[in-house]
Structure formats: structure tokens, C-alpha cells
């Protein structure tokens, strides 16, 4: 199979790594990738990720049969449709469904009609009207930039002058939204129409501070196993979460296919979804791929083609991912600092590049955040404690981690 693999992330890094493995693929094209498999994947620099009709001339001139899209951007721009209508299959949703993770407060509307328990929310058309709402509400409240902000446009306000701050500073919509107190889990099904198969559950770390502390970012860490989720819980959430989400947009005319990604907290008034995502998460992915037993890539060409696995494999045991990222991310960083000793790594860990390029014939930092060392153990504190001592080989200019991920 030939496939083309879109984004250039850790999230991407995975993907192409699992199906690298796949008897399947003939060739992997990498729109446009980062400096990882050198010499495995075919990096493609010269088209824009979000220009649908550019990678349908670049897919159908290279034959290839199967288009992967990893972040949302190009889902949003319709990438999907655009590849589609030349008969190219495609993992991923439509421009039309993808909705779901475009606009906050369209996902809001979404989960009010079909009963999926989220927080109480109002939305708020200009910063005036979103500073008003935060008065009224007071805090603790939570403030989400309607559109898409890679996982930094949300303030969590725990007063009343950091809530009028963020109100203040939104651009156009704002979902202005009760605060809500528990545990995040990330829920991520494959998804076709009605039907979906779970994947092994994962949490994700956004602030970039130990402790949870500190600012949001796209995501400093994660884990994966089934000990995050008890079956009950799990049954809960497909139940009352993803089939009626699921449902509502078949029913809208707008099926979904491809990953569908709900993140959850478990509040004392049961589980409420925060948001959804339309595809793989980033982190949260470097975790569950050294999990997953499949060949993925069989996967992801059944549900391009409309089908669905009747179940996937995983390994019983626990992954750490631990992201290391640039001197003052999620603020401004610099970028163009060699990274060393990754000769050093053992074999037993997997380390995902994100934000790096080749430079020369040197690997430098070329983003906010730079690479991931995930490691799987029997238990999680176990896959820590290797994943920590891989990571202590790595150095870069600035490079900071959090060494509390999994804790
Ligand atoms: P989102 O992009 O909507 O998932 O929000 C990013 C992060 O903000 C989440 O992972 C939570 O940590 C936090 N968050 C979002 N919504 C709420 C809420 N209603 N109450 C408390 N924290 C929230
Ligand atoms: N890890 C959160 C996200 O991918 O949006």
C-alpha cells in the first residue's frame, strides 16, 4: 500500500513508526514531517498541509491508496472531502463532521441535544459580552476560544480578575463554561458512522508545570492502560457519550469516520465531557501505539474504505510518555539547538520526535514541543522509571520536562 502520512508532530511520529511495521506499506510519504526516519518516510515540504485540491493532484500522480490525517487543521480545511472526490481513501473525517472539535460551541450544541452530560455553558458573541458573562458567573469559571487554539485557547479562572482578564482577551466567540473538579481521561474510539471500537484509554498532561500547575500546552505528557478506567466506566462512556454523539451527527447527515477523541473528567456527579477532538491525540498517541498490537495500518485502510475491525489488540501493560519541550514553552522559545545523545537511548523505550529538523546533518529543535520518550512496562511507576532515565541521556538548549508524569 502506498500511503501518505499528514502533520509533522510526535503524535505523526507515531503513526509513521507503527505503520512502518506494517507488511502492507509499500511506500510512506510524510507531509511534511519532522526530522525523524530519515531515509524511511519520503518528507514532502513543497505542499501546504490544509491545501486539499494540492495533495489530491500530489496522491493521485504518486498512486497512492490510503491518506492518513493526523492534526485537525487539514480536516478542517476539508482535506478529506477534497481527497475523496478523486477516490482516494482517507483516515479521517469530513470537513462537516470534523465541526465537532472546530467550534466549541457547535460541539456544546451537539452534546445539549443528544443528552451527553458537559458543563453548563453559555456562549458569548465579542470579548464585551464574554467579560460580562464572567461577572455574572463569578468565578471559579472557565473561558474556551471558539475556535481552534492547539490546546491553548481555554483559561481555567480561579478568580474573578484572572476570569475578566481572559474574557477580555478572547478574539471573536468564547464558550464561557462552569467549572468543573476530577480526573481527566481520554477516551478515543475508531469510528464509522454509528459503529466504533475503543481504544485503550490515556491521560494527558496539559499544564506545563509538575503539580498541574502553570499555563496549558498541547501537552507535556501521558499515559495509557486499562487500569485508568474501570469496564463499568468505560461501558458508561461509550453508553452515554460517543453512541449518541455518534448518532446525532449520522442522523445530521454527516457521518463520522476516523478517530473520535472525547475528553473526559470523572466529577463527583459522574463522567462530563470537556471536548472532543476529530482525531488522535498528541501525546496521548505516543502512548497507546507501543500498546496496540494490530497492524495498524490494516486498520486505518479498513475504515478509509468504510469498514470497521470487529476489535483491536493491546498489551496488557502500561506506557509513560514523558514530552521534553524548548526553554519556555508554552510562551515564546528559540529553536535551532542541537539535541544530543539520543545514540544513547535504550532500545527499550521509544522516542517520538516532534518539533525537530534536520539542519546539516545535525538534529536540531525547530518547535514548542521537541520529542517524547515513551516507555511500557507491568507497571506504570516501572515504565516511569525507565522513561526518566532514557530521557536524562537527551540534552538540548533550554530543554525542560515535567517529573511528575504518571505520578
Ligand atoms: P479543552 O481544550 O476544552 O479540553 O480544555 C483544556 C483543559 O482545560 C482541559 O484538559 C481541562 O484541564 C481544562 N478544562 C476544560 N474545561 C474545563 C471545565 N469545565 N472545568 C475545569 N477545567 C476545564
Ligand atoms: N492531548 C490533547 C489533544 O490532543 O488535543
Given amino acids: 500500500m502506498k500511503v501518505l502520512l499528514i502533520g509533522g508532530g510526535g503524535r505523526e511520529h507515531a503513526l509513521a513508526a507503527k505503520m512502518l511495521e506494517s507488511p502492507m506499506l509499500e511506500k510512506l510519504w510524510w507531509l511534511p514531517g519532522n526530522g525523524a526516519l530519515e531515509g524511511r518516510a519520503a518528507k514532502v515540504s513543497d505542499i501546504d498541509p490544509c491545501d486539499g485540491p494540492g495533495i489530491a493532484t500530489f496522491a493521485v500522480h504518486q498512486g497512492i491508496n490510503l491518506v492518513v490525517v493526523g492534526p485537525e487543521a487539514p480536516l478542517l480545511a476539508g482535506v478529506v472531502d477534497c481527497?475523496?472526490?478523486?477516490?482516494?481513501?482517507?483516515?479521517?473525517?469530513?470537513?462537516?463532521?470534523?465541526?465537532?472539535?472546530?467550534?466549541?460551541?457547535?460541539?456544546?450544541?451537539?452534546?445539549?441535544?443528544?443528552?451527553?452530560?458537559t458543563a453548563r455553558y453559555q456562549v458569548a458573541e465579542t470579548a464585551a459580552e464574554a467579560v460580562e458573562l464572567v461577572a455574572k458567573w463569578g468565578a471559579p469559571v472557565v473561558i474556551k476560544a471558539d475556535g481552534l487554539a492547539a490546546g491553548?485557547?481555554?483559561?481555567?479562572?480561579?478568580?474573578?480578575?484572572?476570569?475578566?482578564?481572559?474574557?477580555?482577551?478572547?478574539?471573536?466567540?468564547?464558550?464561557?463554561?462552569?467549572?468543573?473538579?476530577?480526573?481527566?481521561?481520554?477516551f478515543m474510539v475508531l469510528a464509522q458512522g454509528r459503529a466504533f471500537v475503543p481504544l485503550v484509554p490515556s491521560r494527558d498532561y496539559k499544564r506545563?508545570?509538575?503539580?498541574?500547575?502553570?499555563?496549558?500546552?498541547?501537552?507535556?505528557?501521558?499515559?495509557?492502560?486499562?487500569?485508568?478506567?474501570?469496564?463499568?466506566?468505560?461501558?458508561q462512556i461509550c453508553q452515554q457519550v460517543i453512541e449518541p454523539v455518534l448518532n446525532q451527527l449520522a442522523d445530521m447527515g454527516t457521518p463520522f469516520k476516523g478517530l473520535l477523541y472525547a475528553g473526559l473528567m470523572l466529577t463527583a456527579k459522574g463522567v462530563q465531557v470537556l471536548e472532543f477532538n476529530v482525531r488522535f491525540g498528541d501525546?496521548?498517541?505516543?502512548?497507546?501505539?507501543?500498546?496496540?498490537?494490530?497492524?495498524?495500518?490494516?486498520?486505518?485502510?479498513?475504515?478509509?474504505?468504510?469498514?470497521?475491525?470487529?476489535?483491536?489488540?493491546?498489551?496488557?501493560?502500561?506506557?509513560?510518555?514523558?514530552?521534553?519541550?524548548?526553554g519556555g514553552y508554552p510562551g515564546n522559545y528559540s529553536t535551532g539547538h542541537a539535541i544530543d545523545g539520543l545514540e544513547k537511548l535504550p532500545a527499550a523505550v521509544k522516542l517520538y520526535q516532534a518539533g525537530t529538523k534536520i539542519e546539516g546533518q545535525k538534529l536540531v529543535t525547530a518547535g514548542g514541543r521537541v520529542l517524547a520518550v515513551s516507555s511500557v512496562a507491568d507497571e506504570v511507576e516501572a515504565a516511569r522509571q525507565q522513561g526518566y532515565a532514557a530521557l536524562s541521556n537527551i540534552d538540548f538548549t533550554g530543554m525542560h520536562y515535567r517529573r511528575d508524569i504518571g505520578k
Avoid at 479562572?157 to 481572559?166: G, I, V
Avoid at 479498513?302 to 514530552?323: D, E, F, H, I, Q
Fill in 283 to 326: 501525546p496521548e498517541t505516543q502512548a497507546i501505539m507501543p500498546l496496540w498490537e494490530d497492524d495498524v495500518l490494516e486498520v486505518f485502510a479498513a475504515v478509509a474504505r468504510g469498514g470497521l475491525p470487529g476489535g483491536l489488540t493491546w498489551s496488557g501493560r502500561k506506557s509513560v510518555t514523558v514530552v521534553a519541550a524548548s
Fill in 152 to 186: 491553548k485557547g481555554v483559561t481555567v479562572a480561579l478568580t474573578d480578575q484572572e476570569a475578566s482578564r481572559a474574557a477580555a482577551g478572547i478574539k471573536g466567540r468564547a464558550v464561557i463554561e462552569e467549572y468543573l473538579e476530577g480526573p481527566e481521561v481520554s
Fill in 208 to 235: 506545563v508545570g509538575e503539580g498541574d500547575t502553570g499555563p496549558n500546552t498541547g501537552g507535556m505528557g501521558a499515559v495509557a492502560g486499562f487500569h485508568l478506567l474501570s469496564q463499568d466506566v468505560q461501558e
Fill in 83 to 117: 481527497l475523496e472526490e478523486k477516490g482516494i481513501h482517507c483516515f479521517g473525517p469530513s470537513r462537516a463532521a470534523a465541526r465537532l472539535e472546530g467550534s466549541k460551541a457547535f460541539a456544546k450544541e451537539i452534546m445539549v441535544k443528544c443528552n451527553v452530560p
